[in-house]
Nanobody
Framework: QVHLVESGGGSVQAGGSLRLSCTAS????????IGWFRQVSGKEREGVAG????????RYSGSVEGRFTISQDNAKNTVFLQMNSLKPEDTATYYC???????????????????WGQGTQVTVSS
């Protein structure tokens, strides 16, 4: 069974930064795909950033590219999402997601991921 635990959410003013962490109960290389999603109440969950753990270039949604960076610390079984130049529209609950197996294709789609964390709230004020 896979457990993903997010942390690092909070409140920040526009232009500020936050770093989210996702610690997995397994070695990161056990997963094919790891990613971050976000969801605003009443809206669909959207992909933010993700990658194939076989060291390919990460994917980012157009709304965060250039501001957010996904990275990993294999020794700590942890994936990070560094969020800079935050905007009020980045306010959401952020979820870590992962998938074991299924090849190297890791689109930013909820259907491409199987395991999910409980989420961490990010609030950006103007």
């Amino acid at each position: 069974q896979v457990h993903l635990v997010e942390s690092g959410g909070g409140s920040v003013q526009a232009g500020g930064s936050l770093r989210l962490s996702c610690t997995a109960s397994r070695n990161l290389y056990d997963f094919n795909c790891i990613g971050w999603f976000r969801q605003v109440s009443g809206k669909e969950r959207e992909g933010v950033a993700g990658f194939y753990t076989g060291r390919t270039t990460p994917r980012y949604s157009g709304s965060v590219e250039g501001r957010f960076t996904i990275s990993q610390d294999n020794a700590k079984n942890t994936v990070f999402l560094q969020m800079n130049s935050l905007k009020p529209e980045d306010t959401a609950t952020y979820y870590c997601a992962a998938r074991i197996g299924g090849g190297t294709w890791c689109p930013l789609s909820i259907d491409a991921f199987k395991d999910w964390g409980q989420g961490t709230q990010v609030t950006v004020s103007s």
